[in-house]
Nanobody, 114 residues
Framework: VQLQAFGGGLVQAGGSLRLSCAVSVSIDTVSRMGWYRQAPGKQRELVASVSSGGSTNYADSVKGRFTISKDNAKNTVYLQMNSLKIEDTAVYYC?????????WGQGTEVTVSS
């Protein structure tokens, strides 16, 4: 299983970005897709996840600003990030749990400037 994340970049505070994660298998078979992030000097943390049934979960710090969604036909998961804050600066990774195994994408960097 391969995951390729893209869409990161440099954005001003208050702006928006949409991250995409292309998955090499049908995401219908994936138990859960998630976005994590790791800021410099910090541990990787869960940002948002979506289950195979469509249930979503968000970190408190991004609730109301970020939205995770998936397009099963395109085997792609998205993370729409609005009202970005400087503290959202991090490398963002997509993650898939499939048949009890965990797979990671390569990460895409998001930098929010003042």
């Amino acid at each position: 299983v391969q995951l390729q994340a893209f869409g990161g970049g440099l954005v001003q505070a208050g702006g928006s970005l949409r991250l995409s994660c292309a998955v090499s298998v049908s995401i219908d078979t994936v138990s859960r897709m998630g976005w994590y992030r790791q800021a410099p000097g910090k541990q990787r943390e869960l940002v948002a996840s979506v289950s195979s049934g469509g249930s979503t979960n968000y970190a408190d710090s991004v609730k109301g600003r970020f939205t995770i969604s998936k397009d099963n036909a395109k085997n792609t998961v998205y993370l729409q990030m609005n009202s970005l804050k400087i503290e959202d600066t991090a490398v963002y990774y997509c993650n898939a749990i499939l048949r009890g195994s965990t797979f990671w994408g390569q990460g895409t960097e998001v930098t929010v400037s003042s």
